[in-house]
């Protein structure tokens, strides 16, 4: 049968470009490794020989993410200091060449997400194929701006996220040739009816780019599989050795086997059209489970995900005390995830209207910078949505 069109995957890499009428499968291993060079080539072994596409990776500097006073944060493992943990897991920039270089070993696409400037730097000296921003990052428009001038190809998950969200920033990347879009439930794990897949032609219809999912559900078949039904051109899941191994999101990844199983799955959903697979779907987990699943055709924030909306994603940050009537200075705001117990500050997209900004009142390390903390802002009016917004 006739392979969607919807489906095929474009990218210009080397000079050259490059395409993949199969759904390109990414195996997120992230920060799994926990620092082991071993366990690393172990996993993206295992990645590969479960015929994963990519290999993907985080390049950790917990100072671009957190700040220091953010406490506890809730993981699938439990509460833990995420701050502390990120620092743990900092490693050099040979540590990712050696990653990248052993991703090649194996056939496998280098895939890394920066989370900042620093990060962003250090992975274009390693000359990637492809930046991932992930979707707290979707809006840290100081990290889209300096990757959108790499011109590499770029994938953008977007989770924790309104349709408002998604065209900033790619309004932001606009300049990058080839663009991908995950669709993304940010919730570990994320309920599967939250997923909502019609949202998927929805944004191919919108923003006239391929798109995929990015899955954090339990289950290895379903979201993938019906996602593809609905137009997927890529799958991106989490893989591990084992869910005992202890990393920040193995209790949410597939091993091996699993992960195996479902690159097997959707290679048959490939060569079939979407009543089949839906079809297929309904009989091993019901018609009304496949229903809510593929939910309307729009774009929303998934009931897991609109408590931690301005908070998972990013907000400026105040990195000392500073006191009525001090102007700031450079490094005294950062572009940070809020997460649970610091309050949130305005988008962003207002950072550099703060530069040389006066302060009306006193201000904490790590509080949220708020608009009314200034005498006033120079610059022109921010393009931040009001409010969270959803499918116009």
Known sequence: ?????????????????????????IAEIGTSHGGSMKKAEELIAAAAEAGADCAKFQMVFADEILHPNSGLVDLPGGKIPLY????????????????????????????????????????????????????????????????????????????????????????????????????????????????????LEFLMEKTSLPCGVSDHSLDPFLIPATACAFGACAVEKHICLSKKDGGLDDLVALDPVQFAG??????????MDREEILAGLEIKYGKQKIRKISGKK??????????????????????????????????????????????????????????????????????????????KLSGKKSPVPKKAGNSP
Do not use: W
């Not at 105040?318 to 995830?337: F, H, T, W």
């Open 1 to 25: 049968m006739k392979k969607d069109t919807k489906k095929q995957f474009f990218f210009e890499a080397s000079g050259s470009l490059f395409s993949r009428e199969k759904m390109l499968v």
């Open 84 to 199: 502390e943990r990120f620092k743990s897991l900092e490693m050099p920039e040979t540590f990712f060449a050696k990653l990248k270089a052993a991703c090649k070993r194996r056939g496998l696409i280098f895939l890394c997400s920066p989370f900042g400037l620093k990060s962003a730097k250090i992975l274009q000296k390693l000359n990637p194929e492809i930046i991932k921003i992930a979707s707290p990052e979707l809006n840290h428009f100081p990290l889209l701006k300096e990757c959108a001038g790499y011109n590499i190809p770029m994938i953008l998950s977007t989770g924790v996220s309104t349709f408002k969200d998604i065209k900033l920033a790619l309004e932001t990347v606009k300049k990058v040739k080839n663009k991908l879009i995950l669709h993304c439930v940010t919730s570990y794990p994320a309920p599967e009816e939250d997923y909502n897949l019609k949202s």
């Open 262 to 271: 479902m690159v097997k799955v959707l290679r048959q959903c490939e060569k």
């Open 298 to 375: 729009r774009k929303v924030l998934a009931d897991s995900e609109k408590q931690n909306y301005g908070r998972t994603n990013r907000s400026l940050h105040y990195m000392r005390d500073i006191k009525k009537g001090e102007r700031l200075n450079p490094g005294d705001v950062a572009v940070l995830r809020t997460e649970k117990i610091l309050s949130p500050g305005i988008s962003p997209a207002y950072l550099t209207r703060l530069k040389g900004a006066v302060l009306k009142k006193d201000v904490k390390n790590g509080d949220g910078v708020q608009i009314k903390d200034f005498e």
